[in-house]
């Protein structure tokens, strides 16, 4: 940490060592990375929990291009970090509480730390959606799960229902049947948003049964998960439905609250960029599932962390050009 001094215009207690603060670690947050420090601009990473983001949560990577064997998330990650780090990457594990802009210059204040500087690239991803329905909350951890490669493996023999329509909900509940002896799929409407190549593998995986037009109405159990009461919401008949394991795959919230009002644009709080991953106030870059209309693939979340580390170095010397930064 450097010692108190100023900043171009920021008093205080601040470390002023780095040319890009990225915050998050996700596979955006990495390939900007090895982008931003292969222009030899250093690069900080400032990652609350752990590398990786969703990836690691995620078993079975088929589409991500230059494998075209399965890949495994952890693997993925790991890969990226090296080579990051290959080339200059620092990553602090520290939670980013609040950004502020102060004539022009991003100041990051972490649990720990702050930090200011001209370019910060957002990545802080997404975390999966609650269903809101009792029971969820008290029996996470006790047969709630929001990640089938994290918990899974606790349900060998057993019964598990997974509820959502998207490709999440598909592959984990496909990934399920590697341990459990049965995997009911619970979807609220008759059609799927999936790739095809997903529901046919689950269609045709004896393991898998799909409930359609149908929502969890609560989830009950006394130590821990012993069923779900469901609701056809075009028949409006409930049922109950033993089981050992509820997997929920609705979507997921982008990690925007350090943020508070200062980027938000609709209920979800994603960040609206233009081309150039450039948010409504300069040198401040979105990337990943926290933008607005973002894909949400892994590698348009590489695509988009690339595209902001070149625009950054562009701005960076623009700014530079203009006097604007010293550095
Ligand atoms: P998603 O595509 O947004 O799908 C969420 C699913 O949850 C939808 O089927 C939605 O139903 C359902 N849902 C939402 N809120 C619900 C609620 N309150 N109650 C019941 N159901 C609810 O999310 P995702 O599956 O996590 O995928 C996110 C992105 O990651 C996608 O772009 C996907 O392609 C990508 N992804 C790719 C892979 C892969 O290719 N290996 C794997 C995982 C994810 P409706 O359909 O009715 O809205």
């Known amino acids: 940490m450097a010692g108190p001094e100023c900043h171009e215009g920021v008093e205080g207690d601040v470390n002023k060592d780095y040319d890009v603060i990225i915050i998050g670690g996700g596979p955006a947050a990495l390939s900007a990375a090895v982008y931003t420090c292969r222009a030899l601009l250093k690069t900080v990473i400032l990652e609350k929990k752990y590398l990786g983001g969703q990836l690691v949560g995620t078993e079975l990577i088929e589409n991500y291009p230059g494998f075209p064997e399965v890949i495994g998330g952890v693997e993925l990650t790991q890969r990226m970090e090296a080579q990051a780090k290959r080339f200059g990457a620092e990553i602090r594990y520290e939670e980013v509480l609040k950004l502020d802009v102060e004539n022009g210059l991003k100041v990051v204040t972490t649990d720990t730390d702050k930090y200011a500087s001209h370019i910060v690239i957002l990545a802080t991803g997404a975390d999966p959606k609650k269903l809101g329905v009792p029971g969820e909350e008290e ?52 059609e799927f948003r999936a790739t095809k190549i997903y529901l046919d593998d ?37 049922k109950d439905i033993p089981c050992d394991g509820v997997f929920i795959f609705v979507g997921s919230s982008p990690n925007t609250g350090f943020l508070g009002s200062l980027l938000c644009v609709d209920a979800g709080c994603h960040i609206e960029t233009n081309i150039h991953m450039e948010t409504a106030l300069e040198g401040l870059y979105a990337v990943g599932d926290i933008r607005k209309n973002s894909y949400r693939q892994i590698a348009t979340a590489i695509g988009e962390g690339v595209t902001a580390a070149i625009a950054a170095e562009h701005k960076l010397a623009e700014l530079k050009a203009s006097g604007k930064s010293k550095k």
């Open 139 to 190: 029996f996470y951890g006790k047969g709630v799960s929001y990640c089938a490669t994290c918990d899974g493996a606790f349900y060998r023999g057993k019964n598990v229902v997974a509820v959502g329509g998207g490709d999440s909900a598909i592959t984990e509940g496909i990934f399920l049947t590697k341990y459990a002896q049965s995997v009911q799929i619970i979807h609220r409407r008759d």
């Open 202 to 238: 689950a269609f045709s995986n004896p393991k898998i049964k799909v409930i359609l037009n149908t929502v969890i109405e609560s989830i009950y159990g006394k130590e821990k998960v012993d069923g779900v009461v469901t609701q056809n919401i075009v028949t409006k008949e409930k």
